[in-house]
């Protein structure tokens, strides 16, 4: 049975500031899937977890003037990125399941499954390509 006393209380990371800049975004996303990590009782070496963050996110975003991250805009290169993490994570001889870690950033990014994230992304990439349409039809002006 599972009461206070045993489960684990784990600070939430402090968040830097501003919020809005590309490479905050990034520290505090991977502190915060780092936090996910902790509080689900998974066992991690935080310095590997951050570097393969870290270099998982270089490998996938090409453009350093692009104002999102891949995660934030862009379903293909989400995938792409947790690919590339996996294989980072594995390197440095932590194993994690792509679903393990699709689920992880989900959690992070405020979803409760990899999939919400996705469609979110998706209807958001359809959104950038044809704004105020829906169906294939321009909404009327009001």
Not at 55 to 81: G, H, I, M, W
Request: hydrophobic content about 35%; charged content about 25%.
């Amino acid at each position: 049975m599972l009461t206070l006393k045993n489960v684990k209380k784990i600070p939430f990371p402090t968040l830097r500031y501003p919020l809005d800049t590309k490479e905050n975004r990034a520290i505090n996303v991977a502190k915060s899937m780092h936090y996910q990590i902790k509080r689900l009782d998974i066992t991690i070496k935080d310095e590997k977890f951050l570097l393969s963050f870290a270099k998982s996110l270089n490998e996938v975003e090409r453009d350093p003037s692009a104002p999102y991250l891949c995660f934030d805009c862009d379903p293909q290169r989400t995938a792409q990125f947790l690919q590339r993490f996996q294989s980072n994570l594995s390197e440095s001889g932590q194993n994690f399941s792509l679903s393990k870690l699709g689920y992880l950033l989900a959690l992070t990014l405020g979803f409760d499954k990899y999939d919400a994230l996705l469609r979110q992304l998706e209807a958001y990439q359809c959104f950038i390509e044809k704004p105020w349409h829906i169906g294939g039809k321009k909404l009327p002006n009001l």
